[in-house]
């Protein structure tokens, strides 16, 4: 199953729709003012959740009448961000329970950047609940994908998304080895506060990130 999130941060329009088409969601989950995006993407929104302070009441209205709904006061614990995700997290939970088809699940958040830095850095942060779900998360925007990573994994030239690849790490450190790019690294101790993994690129067919210890952001950017 590929879920769909769509938070209330900022979204270029034209490149939404292309992208949500060619992503083509299962399930989409609007976050709160997300709703306002879905509406002007013309998506079918299968659960709605927030305080709802930020939506337009006719475009609530409009939804909330077909639309399961869940509200939430406005002081809380968890953002409507990381709400959702928690939400998509326990749907594609119960349905691997039933199902054994082999598929591999996946959770899209789209709106999750913008001009909130500290909406945009939180919304990193919790994509940590799905990689200890061991369920694929990304974040993405017109310039970016963002997710994070504990395991070796390979990028795809011709998959990639945009022109560059940077990391930073999650944990106080993480130890990992590039290959297949233009500034490789042999099992380097990333710390911190270090900038030495920004802005690589993709040099041959495949790239090899192998990661030996602690997480890893990883971020496929175009300017």
């Not at 970016?144 to 994994?153: C, P, R, V």
Request: proline share 2%.
């Amino acid at each position: 199953m590929k879920i769909l999130i769509i938070s209330g941060g900022s979204i270029d329009e034209m490149w939404g729709r292309k992208w949500v088409a060619d992503y083509e969601p299962d399930y989409c989950i609007a976050a709160d003012s997300g709703l306002v995006m879905a509406d002007k993407l013309g998506l079918t929104v299968d659960l709605l959740l927030g305080d709802y302070d930020s939506v337009d009441k006719k475009i609530f209205e409009k939804y909330n009448g077909n639309t399961k709904t869940i509200t939430y006061p406005c002081e809380k614990d968890y953002t409507d961000t990381h709400l959702a995700l928690k939400k998509a997290i326990e749907k594609i939970k119960k349905l691997q329970d039933t199902s054994k088809d082999g598929t591999e699940d996946e959770i899209a958040i789209i709106g999750a950047t913008g001009t909130r830095y500290d909406h945009a850095f939180t919304n990193i942060f919790v994509l940590d609940e799905s990689l200890e779900a061991g369920i694929r998360c990304a974040i993405y925007d017109k310039n970016n994908k963002i997710y994070l990573a504990d395991k070796s994994f390979e990028i795809r030239k011709d998959k990639q998304f945009g022109d560059y690849l940077s990391f930073a790490p999650m944990t106080p450190e993480a130890g990992l080895s590039l290959s297949g790019v233009k500034y490789p690294l042999d099992r380097y101790t990333l710390r911190q506060g270090e900038s030495i993994c920004q802005s690589n690129e993709i040099t041959e067919m495949i790239a090899k990130v192998e990661i030996f210890t602690g997480k890893l952001v990883v971020f496929e950017t175009r300017d």
